[in-house]
T-cell receptor, first 116, second 112 residues
Framework: DAGVTQSPTHLIKTRGQQVTLRCSPISGHKSVSWYQQVLGQGPQFIFQ???????GRGNFPDRFSARQFPNYSSELNVNALLLGDSALYLC???????????????FGPGTRLLVL | AQSVTQLGSHVSVSEGALVLLRCNYS??????LFWYVQYPNQGLQLLLKYTTGATLVKGINGFEAEFKKSETSFHLTKPSAHMSDAAEYFC??????????FGAGTRLFVKA
């Protein structure tokens, strides 16, 4: 079975622009979480969606938004990009709501975003 | 609040030597604990996890970790390092619900 896929793999944007990142979970997984990993740091939780509803949000500004589609794929949108948004954006999928009872999350390879 | 502290941003061992990566957590409720590995330009791969039950958890690639509640620790070990173990390792905690908190990571170097 295919793992978690993300697109694009790399992206270069300029300050003020908007970006959309995409994620397809493992088949049968209904939960998708998004993480931001700044160089040299651990992943920081952004959002979790389960059954197309937002189940959790991390400490990120409203410029960050996401949604989940009926096929459980997900998009992460970031508006008004700042230099500090440059990072690896990771998507993770799990069968159920990630974290519940130690649910295992499976990570995609990430999208590397560079904001100039 | 829950948190994870990984002691040592870099660890260097010789091939064949013991690998010990330290992780301490803070949680007001019984935690679920994870170790992930990240190779360059790749996503995270689960090595092992602790939820309930046996406190010594065995994972992939010969790694294991022991949950010690009294010490709030979940250190990762491997008896004999291999060159292919060189990577970034992340300890993480989940206290239920939707959020997983990651440590800052420890980069493991393996010398020939």
């Amino acid at each position: 079975d295919a793992g978690v896929t993300q697109s694009p793999t790399h992206l270069i944007k300029t300050r003020g622009q908007q970006v959309t990142l995409r994620c397809s979970p493992i088949s049968g997984h209904k939960s998708v979480s998004w993480y931001q990993q700044v160089l040299g740091q651990g992943p920081q939780f952004i959002f979790q969606y389960y059954e197309k509803e937002e189940r959790g949000r991390g400490n990120f500004p409203d410029r960050f938004s996401a949604r989940q589609f009926p096929n459980y794929s997900s998009e992460l949108n970031v508006n008004a990009l700042l230099l500090g948004d440059s990072a690896l954006y990771l998507c993770a999928s799990s069968l159920k709501s990630g974290g519940t009872r130690g649910e295992t999350q499976y990570f995609g390879p990430g999208t590397r975003l560079l904001v100039l | 609040a829950q948190s994870v502290t990984q002691l040592g941003s870099h660890v260097s061992v010789s091939e064949g030597a013991l690998v010990l990566l330290r992780c301490n957590y803070s949680s007001s409720v019984p935690p679920y604990l994870f170790w992930y590995v990240q190779y360059p330009n790749q996503g995270l791969q689960l090595l092992l996890k602790y939820t309930t039950g046996a406190t010594l958890v065995k994972g992939i690639n010969g790694f294991e970790a022991e949950f010690k509640k009294s010490e709030t620790s979940f250190h990762l070990t491997k008896p004999s390092a291999h060159m292919s173990d060189a990577a970034e390792y992340f300890c993480a905690v989940s206290v239920g619900g939707f959020k997983t908190i990651f440590g800052a990571g420890t980069r493991l170097f393996v010398k020939a």
